[in-house]
């Protein structure tokens, strides 16, 4: 079994920053790639950026400049810095990992942390 874990989510004023952390745990042979999506309310949930096992990276074109994802590998652990924050911005984060596992390969997803900007 495996279990993502966010943190770091929470209120903060238009241009503000948040950092939020995800960290995998369980049964875990490697971690290929990790990402952030998010869900507003009334729309549909939608990648913000996500990185490979190495250091590749893509974003969301709207969060490019802004947002920065980064992986600690000896953690199993993704970050997402997130600077200039708009209103726009409010919703549910979720954490995305495909994990190798001894018995084959596995998508996950962690419970989501919310994140709301105030104008």
């Known amino acids: 079994q495996v279990q993502l874990v966010e943190s770091g989510g929470g209120l903060v004023q238009a241009g503000g920053s948040l950092r939020l952390s995800c960290a995998a745990s369980g049964t875990i042979l490697s971690i290929n790639s990790m990402g952030w999506h998010r869900q507003a309310p009334g729309k549909q949930r939608e990648l913000v950026a996500d990185i490979t096992k190495g250091t590749g990276t893509n974003y969301e074109e709207s969060v490019k400049g802004r947002f920065t994802i980064s992986r600690d590998n000896t953690k199993n652990t993704v970050y997402l810095q997130m600077n200039s924050l708009k209103p726009e911005d409010t919703a549910v984060y979720y954490c995305?990992?495909?994990?190798?596992?001894?018995w084959g390969r596995g998508n996950y997803w962690g419970q989501g942390t919310q994140v709301t900007v105030s104008s």
């Open positions: 995305n990992a495909e994990v190798q596992l001894p």
